[in-house]
């Protein structure tokens, strides 16, 4: 297995009113370019933000992190953005934040879709998600649950190479966490995901361990 | 074009708040600047309605007068017909006075002829229109009866015999007064009555071709201008048809002056005006600026997902103009409606310039784009700094670092100084307008707005030192500093909005009520009464009484020189003694006892004490002094009319009545009293330049009352927005024991703190501050006196009566959302 992703003695430090923090310290990880690697750590570990990281919304302070083995850190804001466009899906722990809330499902997706450029195929996806049927719903008609899959459907039809997730289980109840489980594992493309839901990363074909220095 | 991009306008709807939050804001922006706009233009065409008003109906359209033969002037007058096509024309001829021969006593008179003369004359015996009208004055004096032929029978006979024209005439005769008007107590022969022709052929016939006469040629109008364009285009039509008719007697335009002035009206109110309005629309945009940046933090979860999927700062500021564009550009037409609707509330004239609306169209249109550019570019700056820039240390906002008020109170030192030397601008006596200095009217609006700063400032500071008061005593009270401090940056904007629009209301309408005030008063004690009529020596002699209706309201006052000869009895009955005490006055005057050979002198201002002497008076003692005194001013002597022994030496004799003109004349024509010179207060000073600066300030008003929807609607949304935190801890609050009054009592300290504190500092600032500037806003300040200040005690109340009402609502409100508040939403994340 080929590495898609690897950040390489990442280092973030924040300025507050009350002096510098750091976020992450010189962290190494590689992310192969199939199966399931797990971001695992208590709260405060920087998983969240090795993530942004990783997905190429933040800058690290020092470090590097590759693509496919080229470098992201010195590319401009541009490049940077074409290459999330284009290569990463990322999604956020609360379900509403994934998605256009005034936007049907089928719009969501197509959304998606059109943010990388790719054909739209909706009802192939909502099939794969176990959502037939509710491409005209709103979204706040669905679950908590069927928002976060559909937010891996909206990842899958923009054709990413990665998905990254940051705890998207944690604001689910059991059954709709079962459901987003079994939609991560049949994800075709190489899935990054922090959390710290033992369920998940049982899940896991590849384990970080992160503590809170 | 993207979804998200695509349906962007529809998601405007998801948000009803943020939807009339943004309709509202550009609503406001617009409408003041629309109204800028429109205030100018109403400002020069009302500037022109009141110019005209000043000049003879007839006399607006360029017009002929000479003095010729009769053939040439009639030729004239016949072909001004001919030019004119449509154009009504109207031609007057009179002979000079003579002495026109009925067969009795010799009088004074003249022979005229006017189409349509005998329709505009009150008929007293006769009326056939195919005779000789003759006035009643020549028909007394010579017994002219009617049948009579005058001029050995040359004339034809006697029809009617018509009531002398007098002062003041109407509009038909206006501009023909000083042919028509005799003046009855001039001297033999200075003027006189006319005595009409049925037509031009007789009057050529009593001519007998030898005597030049006063030709007058008019183009009565159906319709005055109502705008500059409109006077402007009359005067250049009027006198290419003068050219063209080109005949040997003198071409008139005395609309070019009005036209110039309006003109120059026009310009100072609106660059009176720009300023606040640059203020308003600076204020407006950043009002939008507010807007776009609660829509980031509103959106922000599907901004940073659209981030996430590689969208770039401007594309993201792009879909905030799409969302909020439509409700902006929505809100500026909205506004610009509302300007043109409401020019009548707020403009001195619904009159507006053919271009005018299309200009606050254009500018409104600029507004629009101006917000749509805040919009994208804050929404840009604002992702932009979110997703892409570097984490930063949280410093002091720089907004509230800058000691604005510091510069603010600068530039009002700055306006006071221009204020105090220059006065309002170049008003020189003599000149027509003044030249409004911008920086000079500015200084009580800056005086505001630095006292609007300095309390928005010590509000803050406040806020932030209030955790240290402990008044759980008075939980309500307590409630409500906590409510406050937790809420300081909206406060502090709704006071800050507050004390402007109070302030600001007040300033407009205490400087626009004080030079309506003072046109009026200055008036008054320029002409010294109501109105006054110049009559003769009789009424002093005694020859001639007094008539009936005018006593208790009316005094006969004579003139020498800058000496006043009053009658102590009745002068306060008649005079305009402005603010004077009548008893002041009453009392001065009948301290006047002549002894000796002395006339006892009451000194007014500054006049000398020595003694003096007037022709036709005594030697005058100068004694006791009063400051102003009507008619006279600040300089000249009264006496008591027993003090003169010889009444018919003074110079002239008036009567000064509280009565209005026409009722003063009409009073003297019944009882056949002869009188001329007359003087109407209303209209005997021009009053442009104080209508000038009554209309920038009524503008400035009208801003005010914008801002203080402003502030009402700021108000009202802050606390709608914190509803649910004003619900849930209304409602924790009233489960733990809080009485619902308590609770509507702290909502009610809490707002009506802001609303009292708003109102005490902007009613102060504003009444210091046009206490010393309105004395200064004097546009003329040779005439006394000064302009005041109004009593502000009736403004003041409706000020404390509207605050309250919004006080009350957002306390209701917020009391409602707290009851009606469910045990769901309280256990609700």
Not at chain 2, 2 to 16: E, G, Y
Not at chain 2, 157 to 175: F, K, M, N, Q, R
Not at chain 2, 379 to 387: C, G, L
Not at chain 2, 708 to 729: D, F, G, H, P, Y
């Amino acid at each position: 297995m080929a590495d898609l992703l690897q950040a390489q003695d990442v280092h973030v430090t924040y300025r507050t009113p009350a002096g510098s923090v750091t976020a992450l310290a010189d962290v190494s990880v590689s992310v192969p370019d199939q199966g399931m690697t797990v971001l695992a750590g208590p709260s405060g570990s920087g998983k969240s933000t090795l993530l942004r990281v990783l997905s190429l919304v933040e800058k690290p302070t020092s470090g590097e992190v590759l693509l496919n083995g080229s470098p992201t850190v010195p590319l401009s804001a541009a490049r940077r953005r074409a290459l999330r466009r284009k290569d990463i899906a990322l999604v956020f722990q609360n379900p509403a934040d994934n998605l256009i809330t005034h936007l049907t499902v089928a719009d969501n997706l197509r959304a998606a879709a059109q943010a990388a450029g790719r054909p739209e195929d909706v009802e192939a996806v909502l099939e794969q998600l176990g959502l037939p049927g509710t491409e005209n719903w709103r979204v706040p008609a669905l679950s908590g649950g069927q928002q976060q899959r559909l937010a891996f459907g909206c990842a899958l039809a923009r054709g990413a190479s990665v998905v990254l997730a940051d705890e998207p289980t944690s604001q689910l109840d059991a059954v709709s966490a079962d459901l987003v489980l079994q939609t991560l594992a049949t994800l075709p493309v190489p899935v990054v995901v922090a959390s710290h839901d033992p369920r998940l990363i049982s899940l896991a074909d590849k384990t970080f361990s992160m503590v809170a220095a | 074009m993207q979804i998200p991009w695509r349906a962007a306008p529809r998601a405007a709807l998801s948000s009803p708040l943020t939807l009339v939050v943004s309709i509202a804001t550009t609503l406001l922006l617009s409408f003041v600047v629309a109204a800028a706009v429109l205030h100018g233009s109403s400002a020069g065409s009302a500037a022109m309605t009141y110019q005209e008003g000043r000049l003879c109906e007839q006399s607006v359209h360029p017009v002929l007068d000479g003095n010729t033969g009769f053939d040439a002037a009639r030729g004239a007058a016949e072909k001004a017909v001919r030019e004119a096509g449509d154009q009504p024309v109207l031609a007057g001829f009179y002979t000079g006075v003579g002495r026109p021969d009925f067969g009795g006593l010799a009088t004074y008179g003249r022979f005229g002829f006017r189409e349509g003369a005998t329709d505009h004359l009150t008929v007293l015996q006769g009326g056939s229109k195919d005779g000789v009208w003759v006035p009643e004055s020549i028909a007394k004096a010579a017994k002219v009866e009617l049948g009579d032929r005058g001029e050995n029978g040359a004339l034809p006979p006697v029809t009617a015999i018509y009531a002398d024209l007098s002062h003041p005439v109407d509009e038909w005769w206006c501009s023909e007064a000083r042919q028509v008007v005799p003046n009855p107590i001039g001297g033999d022969g200075e003027s006189a009555s006319v005595i009409w022709m049925p037509s031009l052929d007789s009057m050529k016939a009593v001519l007998a071709g030898h005597e030049r006469v006063a030709l007058t040629v008019r183009f009565p109008q159906a319709e005055l201008p109502r705008t500059i364009a409109e006077a402007d285009a009359l005067r250049v039509k009027g006198n290419a048809l003068l050219a063209r008719i080109g005949a040997p007697v003198t071409r008139s335009d005395y609309l070019k002056k009005p036209v110039e002035v309006a003109g120059m009206a026009g310009g100072n109110v609106g660059s009176a005006i720009l300023p606040l309005t640059a203020i308003s629309l600076l204020i407006g945009l950043a009002g939008v600026g507010t807007v776009t940046l609660q829509w980031v933090q509103r959106r922000h979860g599907e901004l940073r997902m659209l981030w996430c999927r590689g969208s770039g700062p401007l594309a993201l500021g792009g879909r905030a103009v799409l969302e909020l564009g439509l409700p902006l550009v929505l809100g500026g037409a909205l506004g610009l409606v509302a300007a043109r609707l409401l020019l009548p509330v707020y403009a001195p004239s619904t009159a507006l310039a053919a271009g005018a609306v299309l200009d606050a169209s254009i500018w409104v249109l600029g507004v629009a784009v101006a917000s749509l550019l805040v919009v994208v570019a804050v929404a840009t700056w604002k992702t932009h700094r979110t997703f892409q820039g570097r984490p930063v240390v949280l410093r002091r906002r720089w907004v509230s670092a800058v000691p604005w008020e510091l510069l603010t109170a600068g530039l009002a030192v700055f306006s006071w100084n221009q204020l105090v030397r220059n006065g309002l601008g170049t008003s020189e006596k003599g000149s027509s307008l003044p030249t409004i200095d911008t920086a000079a009217l500015a200084f009580p609006l800056l005086v505001v707005l630095t006292t609007a700063l300095v309390a928005a400032r010590v509000l803050r500071l406040s806020l932030g030192w209030s955790h240290h008061a402990n008044m759980w005593s008075r939980p309500a009270a307590q409630l409500a500093v906590r409510r406050l401090a937790a809420a300081a940056g909206p406060v502090t904007g709704v006071l800050l909005v507050g004390v402007l629009a109070i302030g600001t209301i007040a300033v407009g309408s205490s400087v626009a009520a004080a030079q309506k005030s003072s046109l009026a008063e200055k008036s008054g004690r320029f002409v010294g009464a109501n109105s006054t009529v110049q009559v003769s020596q009789d009424l002093a002699l005694g020859r001639i009484a007094i008539p009936e209706p005018l006593r208790g309201n009316t005094t006969l006052v004579g003139v020498s020189d800058k000496t006043l000869v009053v009658d102590p009895a009745t002068f306060t009955d008649g005079a305009y003694l402005g603010d004077t005490s009548p008893d002041e006055v009453r009392s001065a005057l009948n301290g006047l006892k002549k002894t000796g050979d002395f006339a006892p002198a009451l000194r007014i201002g500054r006049s000398s004490t020595t003694e003096i002497r007037v022709p036709g008076l005594p030697l005058l003692r100068p004694g006791p002094q009063l400051p102003t005194f009507p008619k006279l001013g600040t300089r000249g002597y009264v006496i008591q009319r027993d003090s003169v022994p010889g009444l018919e030496q003074v110079g002239s004799w008036h009567l000064w009545s509280t009565l209005p003109m026409t009722e003063l004349t009409a009073a003297l024509r019944t009882a056949g009293v002869h009188y001329t010179n007359v003087q109407d207060r209303a209209t005997v000073l021009d009053g442009l330049p104080f209508l000038i600066v009554q209309w920038t300030f009524g503008f400035v008003a009208a801003v005010g009352a914008v801002l203080a929807v402003v502030a009402a609607i700021a108000l009202l949304l802050a606390i709608e927005v914190r509803r649910r935190q004003n619900a849930v801890s209304g409602a924790l609050s009233t489960r733990m024991g809080l009485r619902p009054a308590m609770l509507l009592s702290s909502h009610l300290m809490e707002l009506g703190a802001l609303a009292a504190f708003a109102v005490v500092v902007g009613s102060t600032a504003s009444a210091v501050s046009t206490g010393f500037a309105v004395p200064e806003l004097d546009p003329a300040p040779w005439l006394n006196p000064a302009p005041v200040l109004p009593n502000l005690a009736p403004l003041l109340l409706t000020t404390v009566a509207g605050s309250m009402l919004v006080v009350f609502a957002a306390a209701w409100l917020a009391l409602r959302s707290a009851r009606v508040a469910r045990i769901g939403e309280l256990i609700r994340g």
